[in-house]
């Protein structure tokens, strides 16, 4: 019966499913863009690529005067693809900058060789806890938020709404950690259980919502991005849970997973540090831009966060008159935050994390009788991450 | 106890859905000594295909049906066009062939209907929670995958042991040279058990649809999970499959749900989450490598060749 042993290979090659892009040189500003554009999270990948790309377009595709080149990889959301995909970039591309990074594990695993060559690293999503405290660079810059922002800021919301225990559900990797973490910081009343899923292979929740049923709990919250919220929300809303255990969430409800989880996201709550309908301007032209430029399509937190990122270059870019040679005045630029964000103001801690505000946001039905998130509320206000004291910058 | 019973439920819910997506992939290895990568694209289509006749017709039950026919005609469409020229090839030659078309299916996907994935809701009778015994309540539509798998294995029990058709796919996974020398038409039952493979593939897609999201490459990983099961019931064994697959969704389940626990009495709290996820996820691949050396031919192996 060899067959079974030889099978048994076989296996692995239906898990390597990877893309490679081709790549070109000249006398421009480099920018790496590193995010997931294969599997069922290339759609967020895909929408911080738009965004960042509609940035680019206000921008004139130029930064200092010089045209703009963007080399975009696809991690895959794998760890050691993420890592070869910067390497590349780092060393054979020789970029000025990289941006993206959608997962805590792939930027964690990435972060040595950008920083080592002291290449610019924007992060455009991930925050690990890890990058705010003792991993800490000159060369790391985010336009997000350290993981545990967010959900602090739900915690204190459900303190807020007076909840008395909550059963926490997440993914097993950095991110996951840090936002069940974030949550037990500031939630005054009970953990009652706590649970970790396999990420990214886990897609079926009902061992551990059976257990939330009968824990008890007041509440649950949950930490599940991309395709996952979907699937997590879905089978809450058919496990007939939605009418005993209010859910919390954080990263969970967005413009992407939005269409798929219908009726069944209608009044779950979130936090995030930018909600589309934000009443700035910039906020309005990114949105209103983005919708006509990719009909159908809404921008998400992802997207605005790498619209932030190709601003923050530029302005460091300007800053030096595009001789990127010049990195300790990049930097001091950059620390500056010398360009307007979507988010609306916002300042850097030492460690390169924005202090910023967090807003609560619930889905409604808007205008177009669409399901759209709204902002319903300022949660906290200039929120610094709980880890910038282990950072040594000063 | 009530945790525990519908611990239970969750872990044969899984396990039967493995089952219809094991199934039909034993078949197809087993009779046709045809290795098919490309059966994860089959579930996945059945998903899309559901999803978009039940947006059409607005009704679940008809889009599902609707599917399942999509499904078994692509299947047959798929044996016809590109598989059948394969047969008599090496292994690596079908691997290689069956992992393009996931690619080709991947993309035509995205091509067709985008990369943003689809939603199958269900209707409102299936999403209430139904109680089984006092105390514990069920999701309906869990306790449907149940029914739906049940009768299948059912179904697919009076089929292979009791009919004629049955008889001849027995006898070709036992010797498949003999009874083509024997006058039975190897081609149209090659056909005819590839199709029966996709509309299982299908319906597996288009029952886990709803509880998961439809999307590119939803087959890929639990694709894997099959090949486990096959391996671990015997290649070419419906029962060994059936067997198999409950052992896996159970161990699977109950794994999750009550390791954490058991590593908390002696591991502190916070390395027992995290310890628990990746200890549970392994299990199944254990099974199978510790059945690989004392039983490599699986528990429920096909009549002997």
């Known amino acids: 019966m060899t067959k079974a042993y030889w099978l048994a290979g076989a296996m692995s090659m239906v898990s390597a499913l990877a893309l490679a892009q081709p790549a070109t040189a000249a006398d421009t500003i480099k920018i790496g863009f590193v995010s997931t554009f294969s599997g069922p999270t290339a759609v967020i990948g895909n929408d911080m690529r738009n965004s960042f790309e509609l940035a680019l377009d206000h921008l004139g595709r130029k930064m200092g005067g010089k045209p703009v080149e963007v080399i975009y990889e696809d991690d895959g959301q794998k760890p050691d693809v993420g890592k070869q995909k910067t390497e590349k970039l780092v060393q054979s591309d020789k970029v000025d900058f990289i941006v993206g990074y959608i997962w805590s594990n792939v930027l964690l695993a990435s972060l040595k060789t950008a920083v080592d060559s002291k290449t610019f690293l924007i992060s455009a999503n991930a925050g690990p806890s890890q990058l705010a405290g003792e991993l800490c660079s000159p060369y790391v810059f985010s336009t997000s938020w350290q993981n545990d922002q967010t959900p602090q800021a739900v915690g204190t919301y459900m303190n807020q709404k007076g909840v008395k225990s909550v059963f926490l559900i997440g993914p097993n990797y950095a991110a996951g950690k840090d936002m069940l973490a974030g949550v037990k910081s500031t939630f005054k009343g009970q953990v009652v259980g706590e649970e970790y899923t396999v990420w990214p292979s886990q897609l079926d929740f009902s061992a551990e919502l059976t257990k939330a049923k009968n824990s008890k709990a007041e509440s649950i919250f949950v930490f599940y991005p991309g395709a996952a919220g979907v699937q997590f929300l879905n089978q809450y809303a058919q496990a007939g849970i939605k009418a005993q255990i209010p859910l919390y969430t954080a990263f969970t409800i967005d413009e992407l997973s939005l269409p798929l989880q219908k009726d069944n996201a209608l009044g779950v709550p979130g936090a995030q540090q930018w909600v589309n309908d934000l009443p700035n301007d910039e906020n309005k032209k990114f949105v209103a831009d983005y919708r006509q430029k990719y009909t159908g399509l809404r921008p998400t937190f992802y997207g605005a966060q790498s619209y932030d990122a190709a601003n923050l270059i530029n302005s460091a870019v300007v800053a030096v008159k595009g001789d990127t040679s010049k990195k300790d005045e990049m930097k001091a630029e950059m620390e500056k935050v010398n360009f307007k964000s979507v988010r609306g103001p916002f300042k850097y801690g030492n460690n390169h994390i924005p202090i910023q505000n967090f807003y609560l946001q619930d889905v409604v039905k808007d205008g177009e009788g669409q399901l759209a998130l709204k902002t319903v509320a300022t949660i906290v206000k200039d929120d610094q991450d709980r880890f910038h004291d282990k950072c040594p910058m000063k | 106890m009530f945790l525990v019973v519908e611990q239970l439920l969750n872990g044969l819910q899984f396990g039967l859905l493995l089952f219809l997506l094991a199934a039909g992939l034993t078949l197809v290895f087993g009779i046709m000594d045809f290795v098919n990568l490309a059966h994860g694209s089959l579930y996945m289509m059945g998903a899309y295909f559901a999803a978009t006749f039940a947006a059409w017709t607005g009704s679940f039950v008809l889009g599902a049906l609707l599917a399942l026919v999509a499904t078994l005609l692509l299947g047959i469409a798929l044996e016809f066009v590109a598989l059948k020229h394969l047969y008599g090839r090496d292994h690596l030659d079908q691997v290689l062939a069956t992992f393009g078309l996931i690619l080709f299916f991947n993309d035509a996907v995205r091509l067709i209907w985008g990369p943003a994935g689809l939603a199958l809701p269900l209707p409102a009778w299936l999403t209430v929670p139904v109680q089984i015994i006092p105390g514990v309540f069920y999701p309906a539509y869990r306790l449907l995958i149940i029914g739906v798998a049940l009768a299948v294995a059912a179904g697919l029990y009076v089929v292979v042991m009791r009919t004629r058709i049955g008889m001849l796919i027995r006898a070709g996974a036992s010797n498949r040279e003999m009874i083509g020398a024997l006058g039975i038409n190897i081609k149209l039952l090659f056909t005819l058990?590839?199709?029966?493979?996709?509309?299982?593939?299908?319906?597996?897609?288009?029952?886990?649809?709803?509880?998961?999201?439809?999307?590119?490459?939803?087959?890929?990983?639990?694709?894997?999970?099959?090949?486990?099961?096959?391996?671990?019931?015997?290649?070419?064994?419906?029962?060994?499959?059936?067997?198999?697959?409950?052992?896996?969704?159970?161990?699977?389940?109950?794994?999750?749900?009550?390791?954490?626990?058991?590593?908390?009495?002696?591991?502190?709290?916070?390395?027992?989450?995290?310890?628990?996820?990746?200890?549970?996820?392994?299990?199944?691949?254990?099974?199978?490598?510790?059945?690989?050396?004392?039983?490599?031919?699986?528990?429920?192996?096909?009549?002997?060749?």
């Open chain 2, 193 to 305: 058990v590839f199709g029966l493979g996709a509309a299982l593939a299908g319906l597996a897609g288009l029952m886990q649809a709803p509880i998961l999201t439809v999307q590119i490459g939803m087959g890929e990983n639990i694709l894997i999970l099959a090949f486990v099961i096959i391996v671990i019931g015997g290649i070419g064994s419906i029962r060994g499959a059936f067997m198999a697959a409950i052992f896996v969704g159970m161990i699977d389940t109950l794994g999750r749900a009550f390791l954490p626990d058991l590593l908390r009495k002696v591991l502190s709290g916070a390395a027992a989450s995290t310890a628990a996820p990746a200890l549970s996820s392994m299990l199944i691949y254990l099974l199978m490598a510790i059945i690989l050396v004392v039983r490599p031919e699986g528990l429920f192996p096909a009549a002997k060749r």
